[in-house]
């Protein structure tokens, strides 16, 4: 059984950093394209960062750009998401997802998700201005 199961996020002030985790099992980890997805309340889920495993590729989307890193340890797999000088406009749920044939720079472009099969619960940011 595959399984994602994110972590950290939590409350902040606005300019502070969070570092998000995504652990993930019950899959050939290196096949797969991992994308971080964010939704705030009443809004439709974007996509935040991709990162394609087998080449360590990454892509992210214009609002977190120069702000957002995402990296990931293959041995312990895992993916993560450093969030720095945080804003208000960053308080969503936090979703990351796996998938097979994925392209990053389309993903963080449109937004789409149907091209992941696997996703997370989700992990709450919240950040105070």
């Known amino acids: 059984e595959v399984q994602l199961v994110e972590s950290g996020g939590g409350l902040v002030q606005a300019g502070g950093s969070l570092r998000l985790s995504c652990a993930a099992s019950g899959l050939t980890f290196d096949d797969y394209t991992i994308g971080w997805f964010r939704q705030a309340p009443g809004k439709k889920r974007e996509a935040v960062s991709c990162t394609r495993l087998a080449d360590g590729s990454t892509s992210f989307a214009d609002s977190v750009k120069g702000r957002f890193a995402i990296s990931s340890d293959n041995n312990k797999n895992a993916v993560y998401l450093q969030m720095d000088s945080l804003q208000a406009e960053d308080t969503a749920v936090y979703y990351c997802?796996?998938?097979?044939?994925?392209?990053?720079?389309?993903?963080?472009?449109?937004?789409?998700?149907?091209?992941?099969?696997?996703w997370g619960q989700g992990t709450q940011v919240t950040v105070s201005s």
């Open positions: 997802a796996a998938g097979v044939t994925v392209y990053c720079p389309h993903i963080v472009e449109v937004g789409t998700t149907r091209e992941f099969k696997y």
